[in-house]
């Protein structure tokens, strides 16, 4: 039978949906917070990389290394006292670096904590990354709570026209539904939900702000050794070659400081360029239930279109004159 005007119920709760569907990205600050999402993304891009952080993970160690040899080996050689009393007259001698040595321990556990959930987020952050930009998501909802509303302004003003509307109503109810599958955000959502919950203790102002500290800190460490240490060597009878080969780690922590800087200052730069916007994504639902969002309103958007269409009836034909009828069967016989 010919499709009618849907039912009065179906169109307002048609309106009602469409009506939601634009207002959610204005009720979720969604012009606001997905955009800084995607500058987020963004910034973080060229250091989550495995090559990357595993590089920073080995300049940590290597800077431990340095660190743990001047304080012992190398501590043991110019110092100038017996065992019993080594400790103390080493740090009379070299007071800056003693100082940075007891402080190095928290600082070597505090960054190469943050390296480590950093890099047990990789497979997360690869995962929202793929994702539509976040600049994108206001206008998924967006458009189509407009394409209702104007499908159905169409069907109220050409009547004749709601077999049409119906068709596109439920093709744009099943591309909602389908559309988590097709950008796989059943999987992808939560894992950079994951990522946002695992990142709530390192992108923060006062860690980064920290860590930034930490690397005056350590120039300091490395100019002591620099300064100090390797020049004592020399004065203990060692060439700047028998240095590097009884030394090394040492040797490599003041020879590779300016390096270690140089690579790992762009990546805190960018996690405290992004604090503001971490926070942003961060005030946004729960990821795992952006798949929903689109999948319930195009559930409803079918049912409401199904359930409520209308339908033309065909209308009885009136009674015929009893002449009429009577002259008709006499025909017949």
């Not at 200052?265 to 798949?291: C, E, H, K, W």
Request: charged content about 15%; overall charge positive; hydrophobic content about 50%.
């Amino acid at each position: 039978m010919p499709v009618g005007r849907p039912k009065r119920w179906a169109i307002c709760a048609l309106v009602v949906l469409g009506l939601g569907l634009v207002a959610m990205p204005v009720v979720f600050q969604l012009f606001d917070r997905a955009p800084k999402g995607a500058r987020m993304i963004a910034d973080f891009r060229p250091y989550m990389t495995s090559a990357r952080l595993g590089g920073y993970q080995t300049e940590l160690r290597e800077i431990d290394a340095g660190v743990k040899q001047g304080a012992t080996t190398v501590a043991a050689r110019i110092s100038g006292a017996p065992a019993s009393g080594r400790q103390r007259s080493f740090a009379a001698r070299f007071p800056d670096f003693a100082a940075f040595e007891q402080q190095w321990g928290g600082i070597y556990a505090d960054m190469s904590g943050m390296l480590t959930t950093i890099r047990g987020n990789l497979g997360n952050y690869r995962a929202v990354a793929a994702l539509p930009s976040f600049t994108l998501f206001p206008w998924f909802f967006v458009l189509p709570g407009v394409i209702v509303l104007g499908l159905l302004g169409l069907g109220l003003a050409r009547p004749s026209r709601w077999r049409t509307v119906r068709a596109a109503l439920v093709v744009l109810g099943l591309g909602l539904v389908l559309a988590p599958a097709v950008f796989q955000m059943f999987s992808r959502a939560p894992k950079g939900g994951h990522m946002i919950d695992s990142f709530k203790t390192i992108e923060t102002r006062a860690r980064v702000e920290r860590i930034q500290g930490y690397f005056g800190e350590i120039a300091i460490g490395q100019g002591a050794v620099t300064l100090e240490l390797i020049p004592a060597l020399r004065r203990s009878g060692l060439s700047a070659s028998e240095i590097s080969a009884s030394y090394p780690q040492l040797t490599t922590f003041a020879a590779q400081w300016v390096h270690v800087l140089n690579d790992m200052t762009p990546m805190i730069g960018a996690m405290s360029d992004n604090v503001v916007n971490y926070d942003a994504v961060a005030a946004l639902p729960p990821f795992a239930l952006f798949p929903w969002f689109f999948v319930l309103p195009g559930v409803l958007v079918v049912a409401f279109t199904v359930a409520g269409s209308g339908r033309h009836q065909r209308r009885p034909l009136p009674d015929q004159p009893s002449e009429f009828r009577n002259s008709t069967t006499e025909g017949v016989t």
